[in-house]
């Protein structure tokens, strides 16, 4: 069941007044959810569990979401590290600070939320019903997992512009290979789980990787 004082503590670290009634309720199902889509993904988590994990009524969770496939991705937006806002907010920065520490910040973000959503979406492409559910649903939101990649290449492009970007690379080309590196380096990290052999995470650390991967990337980019 969920913890009250990691939800009370919750409100406190936002600086947001703590959840009561409907809010709570829902604030209570997302962080249920979490933890069993972690821990045997998607298919293996039903509504009925994550409810009696939540400590409330099947029927009252279908009162804030309309079934689990609406659950798993308002997890992956609330609740997994947040890739979307560190991708959105990005071309407003062109032209600003370092190419880099841009860069950089998103890789790390990256590497984070495919760590995350790895071990919740177990499952999931196994099931071609499931699947197709789950690309309904996130086409209602014009959602997807191509999202990483086009707002990451508009970022470039806006520094391209400017001309911090070299006129002759492709945005969307360059972005797939930093997303693609760090959807690569979370499916290593979660498929050895700290276990990894000498020599098959390389850098070692995930900062490493984050800092070797941009310096590779803007070599081919950079004016």
């Not at 997807?144 to 290449?153: F, K, S, V, Y």
Request: charged letters at 25%; one cysteine or more.
């Amino acid at each position: 069941m969920v913890s009250e004082y990691s939800l009370t503590m919750q409100g406190k670290i936002s600086g947001m007044p703590e959840l009561t009634g409907a809010a709570r309720t829902r604030a209570r199902i997302l962080d249920a959810a979490a933890a069993l889509l972690g821990g045997v993904g998607i298919t293996g988590a039903t509504t009925k569990e994550i409810a009696r994990a939540a400590g409330c009524s099947e029927a009252a969770l279908y009162k804030h979401f309309r079934d689990k496939e609406e659950i798993f991705v308002r997890v992956l937006r609330e609740r997994a590290p947040r890739l979307s806002d560190a991708l959105t907010e990005l071309p407003e920065r062109a032209g600003t600070g370092e190419l880099a520490d841009h860069l950089a910040e998103v890789a790390r973000v990256a590497v984070a939320f495919y760590q995350r959503s790895f071990p919740m979406a177990a499952g999931l492409l196994a099931s071609p019903d499931l699947l197709a559910a789950h690309r309904r649903r996130l086409a209602e939101d014009d959602a997807g997992p191509q999202e990483a990649t086009r707002h990451l290449a508009e970022y470039l492009r806006a520094e391209q512009r400017i001309g911090r970007v070299a006129a002759s690379v492709d945005p969307a080309a360059a972005a797939g290979l930093l997303i693609g590196a760090c959807f690569h380096r979370a499916f290593l990290e979660v498929y050895f789980g700290g276990e990894a052999p000498e020599s098959a995470l390389q850098p070692a650390s995930t900062e490493g990787f984050v800092t070797e991967t941009v310096t590779a990337l803007l070599r081919g980019i950079v004016t």
